[in-house]
């Protein structure tokens, strides 16, 4: 379970391979992370609050410019070892399928931009879990961002570049994606929680210290594969906004907990459950924070738990493998969990003294097994840099 990744290596491997894909040097490395989300679930395209923090996993990326260009994509994980060679100038929305639309949206989001983008050499490996809700697309879209940032001297600043990120992803991967996931990854810095405003991108680092207390927290893929963009978390964007038109305020994050009663006694049924969490969910993220502020990191363990609920019963995100790890966690002992990110499978998290973190996994894999789920795998998640060059 303990989960040293060394970037740095990593570096030299992502080096050497693109070495021999691209029979050139780079003409440099960077690594931008994936995340977990500790509480602020689907209130980031309702202009709402959330807690993410960066993961020790990272996606890491070579890259040399190219004067032709030509944009000649390359990944361990992708294409089957094939090069995709792409024109930067063609480059449009629908133009690219699989993986290559994300980092080809990026330089095509640059572009949009009026910004000065030729072609590149690149070459990336993760080790970001992909499609396990811990934001492997974000990572990969920020460490493009941020190569090209240097390479074509753009100086973007780091929010600027998260928008850049989550534009490619919303309009040219298809996939419509809040900030969150592109915010946490350019600004989550080591040791601390980013405390995020989605409408300004006003950023508080908030120290998380695990270590200090005597706390773990632990990452429990469930091997559910989510498909954001197959239309279910479209639907749900769409009801909150139509929610929001309904109510007259700009985005349900104008909402605070004493407008909640009138509010809901005025929606259609089906648009009510999801006010209800989106403005529960923002006061959560306001009490984590505080709880955090005050030096009591255990005591985000209720919120944990009671953010899951919402998340299952009002915004019906979750599914019956999230649902059994978070019950189980809790059974064991763990002082919160929830699932993380946009859900229908992925991640779940779970906060639980260190001498507990042992057997509250046990206790998951137990039940995994129990209910004929295949064996989640466990990761740990210390808060950790956001993107930037490694060589
Ligand atoms: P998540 O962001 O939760 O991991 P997404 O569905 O948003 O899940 O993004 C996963 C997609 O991102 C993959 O299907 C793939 O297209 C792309 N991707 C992520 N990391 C890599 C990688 N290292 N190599 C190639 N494609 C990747
Ligand atoms: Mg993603």
Known sequence: MNDLVDTEGAADAVRREFERVHGRAPEGVWAAPGRVNLIGEHTDYN???????????TTVLAAGRRDDGLLRLHSTRGGEGRITELRVAELAPGGVTGWARYPAGVVWALRERGLPVGGADVHLDSTVPVG???SSSAALECAVAVAYDELYGLRLDRPETARVAQ????????????????????CCTEGNALHLDSRTLEVRQVPFDLTGHGLRLLVLDTGVSHDLADGAYAALRAGCE????????????DLGGADLPAALAGLPPELAPLVRHVV??????GQAVDRLA??????????LTAGHASLRDDYRVSCAETDLAVAAAVGAGALGAR????GFGGSVIALVREDAAEGVARAVAGAFASAGFKPPSVL????????????
């Open 339 to 342: 699932m993380t990110g946009g």
């Open 167 to 186: 534009y490619a992803e919303n309009a040219f991967a298809g996939v419509p994606c809040g900030v969150m996931d592109q915010m946490a990854s350019m």
């Open 242 to 253: 139509r929610a929001a038109g309904l109510l007259g305020v700009a985005a349900l994050r």
């Open 380 to 391: 740990e998640a210390v808060p950790s840099a956001g993107a930037r060059r490694t060589a």
């Open 132 to 134: 396990a809700g811990l």
């Open 47 to 57: 202009d709402g609050f959330c807690l993410p923090m960066a993961l020790p996993r």
């Open 294 to 303: 005050a030096g009591a990191p255990e005591a985000l363990g209720a919120l």
């Open 280 to 285: 529960t969910e923002n006061e959560r993220v």
